[in-house]
């Protein structure tokens, strides 16, 4: 069995950490305050997107109306005070350490706050996974390709031993952006039917990436 990458980036939240339900639960808190309907989880990963301002305006919310700064900045509070209700996917130790045993590096390119990233890979006890933890300098969860791009350059190694393993499309764009392959898991933020309008590999869970990771 022949490993085909050296170097995998994980997204973290709803690649490795389950938070999707805690996520739901939050922004319907936001919307019920101000009036709004509140979302189903299919409802919310047919409308989740980065920026995240992107999906607040398709769930309902009018920033004529509400600061986008101050709702989020409420979502984050609820988040941080509430995060510790979450757990890693059944499957992530098992695939972080078959993945170690095999000689594969690893890092987390994610779009949480890079202090509050450190913390939570901290408290779940997967830090010795990873040679990189990269998180954005603020909690309004934009776009990391840049992050990816700095993250590509640390590593240097050839982009096509790298591979992105994530579950929005934003992951696939980013990938994309870096010039380093994708593989896409459907059990997280975003639907499977959209995660398929990508030109990327699409699995339902952690127990099917072997098979794209080796030869």
Same mark, same amino acid.
């Given at each position: 069995?022949?490993?085909?990458?050296?170097?995998?980036?994980?997204?973290?939240?709803?690649?490795?950490?389950?938070?999707?339900?805690?996520?739901?639960?939050?922004?319907?808190?936001?919307?019920?305050?101000?009036? +709004? #309907?509140?979302? /189903?989880? %299919?409802?919310?990963?047919? @409308?989740?997107?980065?920026?995240?301002?992107?999906? $607040?305006? *398709?769930?309902?919310?009018?920033?004529?109306?509400?600061?986008?700064?101050?709702?989020?900045?409420?979502?984050?509070?609820?988040?941080?005070?509430?995060?510790?209700?979450?757990?890693?996917?059944?499957?992530?130790?098992?695939?972080?350490?078959?993945?170690?045993?095999?000689?594969?590096?690893?890092?987390? +390119? #994610?779009?949480? /706050?890079? %202090?509050?990233?450190?913390? @939570?890979?901290?408290?779940?006890?997967?830090?010795? $996974?990873? *040679?990189?933890?990269?998180?954005?300098?603020?909690?309004?969860?934009?776009?990391?390709?840049?992050?990816?791009?700095?993250?590509?350059?640390?590593?240097?190694?050839?982009?096509?031993?790298?591979?992105?393993?994530?579950?929005?499309?934003?992951?696939?764009?980013?990938?994309?952006?870096i010039g380093v392959d994708c593989l896409l898991i459907a059990s997280g933020h975003q639907s499977k039917e959209r995660l398929q309008q990508c030109n990327a590999p699409v699995v339902d869970s952690l127990?099917?990436?072997?098979?794209?990771?080796?030869?």
């Amino acid at each position: 069995m022949l490993k085909k990458y050296d170097h995998i980036m994980w997204d973290w939240n709803g690649t490795l950490l389950n938070d999707v339900d805690l996520c739901v639960s939050i922004i319907n808190n936001i919307l019920l305050r101000i009036n +709004l #309907s509140p979302l /189903s989880k %299919e409802m919310y990963k047919n @409308i989740f997107t980065f920026p995240v301002k992107d999906y $607040y305006e *398709k769930a309902g919310i009018d920033f004529t109306k509400y600061s986008f700064e101050v709702l989020g900045q409420e979502w984050i509070r609820e988040y941080e005070q509430r995060r510790l209700e979450t757990k890693l996917f059944p499957k992530s130790i098992d695939a972080l350490d078959f993945l170690k045993q095999n000689e594969i590096d690893q890092s987390i +390119l #994610s779009a949480y /706050s890079h %202090e509050n990233l450190i913390d @939570i890979v901290r408290h779940f006890q997967v830090e010795q $996974y990873f *040679k990189h933890l990269a998180g954005l300098d603020h909690i309004y969860a934009t776009s990391k390709i840049n992050l990816g791009r700095d993250l590509a350059k640390k590593l240097r190694i050839d982009h096509e031993r790298i591979i992105l393993i994530g579950d929005t499309v934003h992951d696939f764009e980013v990938a994309k952006e870096i010039g380093v392959d994708c593989l896409l898991i459907a059990s997280g933020h975003q639907s499977k039917e959209r995660l398929q309008q990508c030109n990327a590999p699409v699995v339902d869970s952690l127990d099917d990436i072997y098979s794209f990771l080796f030869n």
